[in-house]
């Protein structure tokens, strides 16, 4: 569930339900997009019970929710998840991965002061480019010169938008038109003729000044690399078919990467020279500081001023490369650690990890406790179960005509192409054996149907703005919910039998009323 404004100035709520379908696969659907007239948690809660009765569901029924890190929403005293767990206890809180992802890189672009200048700095670019039709024009005609097909602009770096900082700093500096970089530099360095505004040139000085820097080129490959090792989890916690456990192990994995990218320093050092070389910039190297001299006191023995000097290369890597990697680390574990007793149990459920405990043939004493606790179940008899479904699980495995491997390994990444959850629940299904492990089928439903995400909700929003646009900003409430249901499940809609519609509507109270 999340919020937003719309054309009109209205604040809308949009309510996705996740659930399993009868085939066992993970579904998510809009259920309503409603007006919120009281954004308090409790005025949320009231709208929440509002929808959910029209559409016959009951709140006691589920078994997680799923919001951004807004304090009406995540409060520990007067929240909505609080409400909402007040009248159903077993419904886990689970802070949003993808927003809390995105506050992870957020913190590390703002870790230092280099940091913050490179991200300025492209701020600073998008806006001098699109504040004048002349200068785009200038730097679309430099690419053309440079047969660049598609023409390029600077991209805006936006707080509420995800992975804005990584498109803006691809598009400038490691686009895959590697003469893009130096068609900003000629279009700055055009708009310092004599002709233009003092203002212009004086701003398309400084730019080029910061765009040829060192620094920024070393600070650029220093946050690509960042990227590159967000970017996979970021990508399938954009997707909708996704698991808890899953997504955990892949923050865990960027978590290791970013660990082991603090050895690499030498290396990006080593990119970043050869990306000033390749494009002939006049510093190539960190520039030589001013050296600093401590003054001595009166009363010490040596009147000789001494003399601090130390190297760029081990200020910046001090000051700068470590600390973003060590503010990225941090923030992983801090942000992504509320839930780390509920997951070791949910751990266990991991047909990868059935392997090793058939061979030691012992679970922890504490194995489901705090699992059992939440959702009302008997930890033993979880034991029970699930010590007897690991002994059979290889043979049900090797006899099933099922996939094996997880849904999303299209993506092609190594952490997706396993075995998962859904295939242990739905070979569970397939052989009816809900009645021999009922505390373990019910559990292997609750784990995938756990929302861990809010991208429905902003693929939602997104489609918003084009139904209701400045154009139909008086639009209903009833009319705007209709439409919305059609634009974003459409799927469903081309399943409908449009005869059935217009035989029903034709024998409907509501067409005799219309010609009477």
Not at 413 to 425: G, M, P, V, Y
Not at 429 to 454: D, E, H, Q, R
């Amino acid at each position: 569930m999340d919020c937003t404004t719309d054309a009109s100035h209205a604040d809308q709520l949009s309510l996705i339900i996740r659930y399993l379908n009868d085939s066992y696969d993970i579904t998510e659907r809009l259920v309503n997009i409603q007006r919120v007239k009281d954004s308090s948690a409790k005025g949320l809660l009231a709208t929440l019970r509002d929808i959910l009765s029209k559409n016959s569901i009951n709140l006691s029924d589920a078994v997680g929710q799923s919001y951004d890190g807004a304090s009406v929403m995540r409060g520990k005293y007067n929240g909505l998840k609080s409400l909402i767990q007040k009248e159903s206890s077993k419904c886990l809180f689970i802070w949003t991965f993808d927003h809390v992802l995105n506050l992870v890189i957020m913190e590390a672009c703002s870790s230092s002061i280099a940091a913050k200048s490179l991200f300025g700095f492209l701020e600073k670019l998008y806006a001098f480019f699109s504040a004048s039709r002349k200068r785009s024009d200038i730097l679309e005609e430099k690419q053309k010169i440079a047969n660049i097909s598609q023409n390029h602009r600077p991209q805006r770096v936006s707080t509420t938008r995800w992975w804005s900082h990584q498109r803006a700093l691809d598009n400038v500096f490691f686009s895959q038109s590697e003469s893009l970089y130096d068609c900003f530099i000629d279009t700055l360095n055009d708009c310092q003729s004599p002709s233009q505004s003092n203002e212009t040139v004086n701003d398309a000085e400084a730019l080029e000044r910061k765009l040829t820097s060192f620094e920024t080129v070393l600070t650029a490959h220093l946050f690509k690399r960042i990227f590159a090792i967000t970017d996979p989890a970021s990508s399938y916690l954009q997707s909708e078919k996704i698991d808890f456990l899953t997504a955990i192990r892949l923050v865990e994995t960027a978590e290791q990467q970013l660990r082991q990218l603090r050895d690499e320093f030498g290396v990006i050092l080593t990119q970043a020279k050869e990306f000033c070389a390749s494009h002939e910039l006049e510093q190539q190297n960190f520039v030589k500081k001013r050296t600093r001299k401590r003054k001595r006191m009166a009363d010490e023995i040596d009147t000789v001023d001494e003399v601090i000097e130390e190297n760029p290369a081990c200020m910046y890597r001090r000051e700068t490369f470590l600390y973003a990697i060590d503010t990225s680390v941090r923030s992983i574990n801090e942000r992504f650690s509320s839930h780390k007793a509920i997951l070791a149990d949910f751990a266990l459920l991991d047909p990868e990890c059935f392997k090793d405990h058939r061979s030691s043939n012992t679970l922890p004493s504490n194995a489901f406790k705090n699992v059992a606790q939440n959702y009302g179940q008997d930890s033993n008899k979880l034991k029970e179960e699930y010590a007897s479904f690991v002994e059979i699980y290889p043979n049900l495995k090797e006899s099933s005509q099922l996939s094996l491997l997880s849904e999303s390994n299209a993506s092609g990444n190594s952490d997706l192409n396993r075995e998962n959850f859904l295939t242990a629940l739905k070979l569970l299904a397939k052989y009816n054996l809900k009645s021999a492990y009922p505390n373990l089928f019910c559990l292997y439903k609750i784990l995938v149907t756990l929302p861990i995400g809010s991208t429905k909700c902003e693929r939602t929003f997104s489609k918003l703005k084009y139904v209701k646009n400045r154009l139909r900003s008086t639009m209903g409430q009833a009319r705007l919910n209709a439409l919305m249901l059609v634009n974003v499940e459409g799927e469903l809609v081309k399943q409908l039998n449009y005869e059935d519609i217009i035989d029903s509507f034709a024998a409907s109270q509501l067409l005799q009323n219309m010609l009477l």
